[in-house]
């Protein structure tokens, strides 16, 4: 019989459960998952994936996340990683819990001219560019069994995106600060020592996609239950991260030569990612900070779950100080699922989703799954990782399907994880009982969502996989309100005003929605163009009332021709100025 509670009784659990119990996930898997790490971002680890790559299916890819939210706009100091902290990708694979493998990160920042509030001080157009003026490179170590392989010079990392061709309007005639992203991005992308494979930090877009707005207002789903059908909003659309991503031979990573078949346990590794930070910090007269002490971990993350819905408020700073040969004292958490009880009571899902005894769970995530990602010595010696069978073979990029092994592709999660694996998803229908068969693998309990099924941005195919980051200057999470005196993009504000909003989908294939909204009814042209600059089609020219207004555009231009894969402008006009917005199309 379905439990039920009273209205007062609701609230606590659902406050309890998201906070206590930490559905702190949906703030993008470990954003800001832990009382310590929400105070000190730049040690924060936000997200771990790895996978065998489509396009080279003798590496493993690995990408380590840090500094969850970066508004593009931030400055003018950015993002930095942090010189302060040692940044960790950790390998086991041998199966007893142990870090066999070790790739360490230390950062260093320097100041070309400190009299200068300037990130940069003209165009960049690379990594080790003369105007940038605060530049950050880094040293890779390998370690393997506590000795260090090698360890790399000094190597650049890609810097924050101030300003790109995003603003390229013929009103505003300021310089571009980064006109060519890509390029930079690929300056910095270099060889690993040894010629072991390639490694590339820097910014990046935010990867991982959530209605993280629905879910902190008490856990709701934006269209309803069961969610499976979008909807709806990804609230890390816009945001950005710092990224290491590296891409080695498997065989530098299996315990044999060459990896063997999909049922050789050796051809399972267990991966995490940490950050640690001295054990002691002095603030010094003058602003300054000396750091003194042995390193101590201070952040932690293997598979997007535990930690983030399973792990207590009283011990998630401990989790995230702890290894995965101590994760036994956390089973507990694990086996009894206080946010099962809470999906029987918000969701109309089948009764009584089990609650306790959920060996199902302990399975999927501290032991691997049996078959797949699970070596001899899990049984006995539970431990978080995110779990990696690299004899899978991986699916072409267009044939990946999001919910991974759910869906019968067991080259996604929980087999390592990919960069368009829908891991909210994947994990409210674990914890609704779909692996513990009928009934609850069927109804409503296997469609359980967000309504957000893919990631703002289009991944790369090729490394470092992710997507370009969001610029500063065409941010899309600020408005324009008005104009300034000589007609271009300034400072009045203007209640008379207009707004142009970010296409959706974008990018898009083969259809989007332009949304703009006036403050009075004006005279108005809505035009896209091309990159050259050259008009491709005219959406609106004429009166328009006061009020939201909403176009499509179907990829044609004025001749009724389908235009290119490509960048796109679209570029309002009213009397109170001129807005315009990137969009990108692809076939």
């Not at 969610?227 to 991260?241: E, F, I």
């Not at 259809?511 to 042209?525: G, P, R």
């Not at 008009?535 to 290119?564: C, F, H, Q, Y």
Request: glycine letters at 8%; hydrophobic letters at 35%; charged letters at 15%.
């Amino acid at each position: 019989m379905k439990k039920t509670y009273l209205f007062s009784a609701l609230i606590m659990i659902v406050i309890a459960s998201a906070f206590i119990y930490s559905f702190q996930k949906t703030e993008a898997s470990s954003h800001r998952e832990a009382p310590l790490t929400a105070t000190d971002p730049t040690a924060d680890n936000t997200d771990v994936y790895a996978f065998v790559p489509a396009d080279n299916p003798n590496n493993v890819c690995i990408i380590a996340n840090y500094i969850p939210f970066q508004e593009p706009a931030g400055g003018p100091n950015f993002y930095p990683f942090g010189t302060d902290l040692i940044y960790e990708i950790n390998i086991d694979n041998v199966g007893d819990r142990q870090p066999h493998i070790t790739y360490q990160f230390q950062f260093s920042t320097t100041v070309a001219n400190t009299n200068t509030f300037l990130y940069n001080t003209g165009q960049v157009t690379s990594p080790t560019d003369p105007d940038l003026n605060v530049k950050q490179t880094y040293t890779v170590s390998k370690i393997m069994n506590g000795a260090t392989v090698y360890t790399s010079g000094a190597l650049p990392v890609a810097p924050s995106y101030v300003g790109g061709p995003g603003h390229s309007d013929p009103n505003y005639a300021g310089p571009i600060s980064m006109p060519d992203y890509q390029a930079i991005m690929n300056a910095s992308i270099q060889a690993l020592p040894l010629a072991n494979g390639s490694v590339y930090c820097g910014q990046i877009d935010d990867p991982f996609f959530i209605d993280v707005g629905a879910v902190f207002d008490l856990l709701k789903i934006r269209p309803g239950a069961p969610g499976n059908a979008g909807g709806g909003k990804d609230g890390l659309a816009g945001y950005n991260v710092n990224t290491i991503a590296i891409t080695v031979p498997k065989t530098q990573l299996t315990n044999l030569p060459i990896p063997t078949p999909a049922t050789d346990p050796n051809s399972i590794i267990g991966i995490w990612a940490t950050s640690s930070r001295r054990t002691t910090t002095v603030l010094n007269a003058d602003g300054s900070r000396t750091y003194t002490g042995a390193f101590q971990q201070i952040s932690r993350l293997g598979s997007p779950l535990v930690n983030e819905v399973v792990i207590p408020l009283s011990n998630k700073n401990k989790w995230n100080a702890s290894k995965p040969v101590d994760d036994a004292q956390f089973l507990p958490f694990v086996s009894t699922s206080e946010l099962a009880g809470l999906i029987n009571t918000l969701y109309p899902v089948t009764d009584d989703i089990p609650t306790t005894n959920r060996t199902d769970l302990i399975n999927v995530f501290l032991k691997g799954v049996p078959g797949l990602t699970r070596r001899p010595q899990d049984s006995l010696t539970p431990s978080e990782q995110l779990r990696l069978n690299v004899a899978i073979a991986p699916v072409a990029f267009a044939s990946e399907n999001r919910l991974g092994v759910v869906a019968g592709d067991n080259a996604g999660f929980p087999n390592g994880r990919r960069l368009r694996d829908d891991v909210y998803d994947i994990e409210l229908k674990v914890v609704a009982g779909v692996l513990l068969g009928p009934p609850f693998s069927t109804g409503i309990n296997a469609q359980l969502g967000d309504g957000v099924n893919r990631n703002d941005k289009t991944f790369m195919s090729t490394f470092p996989y992710v997507a370009l980051p969001f610029d500063g200057f065409s941010d899309t999470h600020g408005q324009i309100t008005g104009v300034s005196n000589n007609g271009g993009l300034g400072g009045v504000n203007n209640p008379d005003g207009f707004s142009l909003g970010q296409n959706y989908p974008n990018p898009f294939n083969p259809t989007t929605k332009i949304t703009y909204s006036l403050n009075k009814a004006d005279d108005v042209t809505l035009v896209i163009y091309n990159m050259l600059g050259q008009m491709v089609r005219t959406l609106v020219n004429e009166r328009i009332t006061a009020g939201v207004k909403t176009v499509e555009w179907d990829g044609l231009n004025d001749a009724g021709l389908s235009v290119p894969t490509g960048t796109y402008f679209a570029k309002l006009k009213t009397s109170a100025g001129v807005d315009t917005k990137k969009m990108m199309l692809v076939k």
